[in-house]
């Protein structure tokens, strides 16, 4: 499928180096394009709603912010922890910033954990990626599943 230059414009934003010193893209070599058709295909299997899982990651951070950078335990099966760095992040399709806020998830009963950031539940929310396949913030739609245990 042909990128748009806006779409190619974004993918080199993502690179390393760019924006972040890891970039976005992990090991994934995909067309940007292509990376976005597969996260709603993957999404769409799994039956996750990207609206839905969004807005329980945000309030997941939200409920972790209240920890003050220490871990809390939220409904007795997460331990959720949130930090705060100074300083935005722009978003690499250039439509806005994002603060630096990492959110580490850790499904107590199952040991796994995922790690979201405010620019990564934009980049789902708005542009529908999941960040490239190896990427520190990917969030595997069946790894989301397990750990807020969505069966």
């Known amino acids: 499928m042909k990128m748009s230059p806006n779409m190619r414009k974004a993918q080199e934003n993502m690179a390393p180096g760019v924006i972040t010193a890891d970039g976005f893209l992990g090991e994934d070599t ?34 972790g912010r209240n920890g003050l950078g220490e871990p809390i335990t939220v409904d ?19 439509d806005g910033i994002e603060r630096k806020i990492t959110t580490v998830i850790r499904n107590i009963k199952q040991g796994e954990s995922i790690m979201i950031s405010s620019l990564s539940l934009h980049l789902l929310k708005k542009h529908h990626f999941l960040e490239g396949k190896g990427s520190a913030f990917r969030l595997d739609p069946e790894k989301l599943k397990r750990v807020l245990e969505w069966t």
């Open 76 to 94: 007795e099966k997460w331990i959720v922890q949130t930090s705060e760095a100074r300083g935005h992040l722009p978003c690499p399709f250039e």
């Open 30 to 63: 995909r067309p940007l394009q292509d990376m976005i058709v597969e996260t709603e295909e993957l999404m769409r299997h799994h039956g996750i709603d990207i609206d839905n899982v969004v807005q329980t990651l945000k309030d997941m951070m939200e409920e």
